[in-house]
């Protein structure tokens, strides 16, 4: 069972004492998640590209087990391509490439804005599929096609599942990876039970990636947030 469950981010102190120890400064707030959950979504690439020596260290820092998602550059899903936009695209991969096999897969996650436009699955998709696993999460309607998820899985990615507190379907969308974003501030423990039998079920057969909200939900509830990923990561 390849299965990587997780939040976005680790660096907040507000966890504190709910999920990181009193005694443990923020310098190893990463080691210590690491030590409980098996995966974590990467928000600060989204907003830059990082030094290589940040990555390494991240990587570093994680048991061999343990898989980073990266979110792309907001300039490569969020505005129209530029001159550089190849180029760009480019050094953003070349960016991941000191987290090694601790690489899992790339959220590419395109604004409420951004209506269908196929020339992003050559220009954009096609080219992450080919370094590693990615996952699209697209949010206006227009993307909202079954056929496309044929398209994306052929691409070597999938199309990103976004919960916000319901039951899970009987099936996550095709391609080499699952990948959920579980946004819902409070699952019941029936919903959150089904929620894991669905992705251990998945992950049976190929690797699955699955991500609690973290922001404004404090430590502690194992119905919601980063503590919902520590029981679901507890489970035989």
């Known amino acids: 069972m390849s299965l990587h469950i997780g939040t976005s981010g680790w660096a907040y102190p507000e966890w504190k004492p709910g999920f990181y120890p009193a005694d443990v400064p923020r310098a190893r707030f990463l080691a210590h998640y690491a030590s409980v959950l098996s995966g974590c979504e990467i ?26 998602a990266v979110k792309a550059h907001r300039r490569l899903t969020h505005g129209p391509p530029d001159d550089g936009y190849d180029d760009f695209l480019r050094v ?7 987290l090694g096999e601790r690489l899992g897969a790339v959220l590419v996650q395109f604004p409420a804005s951004r209506r269908r436009d196929d020339a992003v699955l050559d220009r954009l998709l096609a080219p992450i599929g080919r370094v590693t696993p990615f ?3 697209f949010r206006h309607a227009s993307w909202d096609d079954p056929a496309l998820d044929t398209t994306l899985s052929e691409l070597g990615g999938t199309r990103c599942l976004v919960d ?11 391609g080499p990876i699952g990948y959920v974003r579980l946004r819902g501030s409070h699952y019941d423990d029936a919903i959150r039970g089904a929620w894991w039998t669905r992705l251990r ?23 919601s947030g980063v503590s919902m990923a520590e029981w679901m990561c507890a489970r035989p």
């Open 135 to 137: 996952a699209a999460e």
């Open 92 to 98: 953003f991969l070349e960016s991941l490439e000191p």
């Open 164 to 174: 916000e507190g319901t039951a899970p379907p009987d099936a996550l969308p095709p």
């Open 43 to 68: 928000n600060a690439t989204f907003y830059r590209l990082q030094r290589e020596s940040t990555m390494a260290g991240w990587a570093e820092q994680v048991p061999e087990d343990f898989r980073f």
């Open 201 to 223: 079920n998945e992950a049976a057969t190929r690797t699955v990636f699955a991500f609690t909200k973290h922001k404004d939900l404090p430590a502690g509830d194992p119905n």
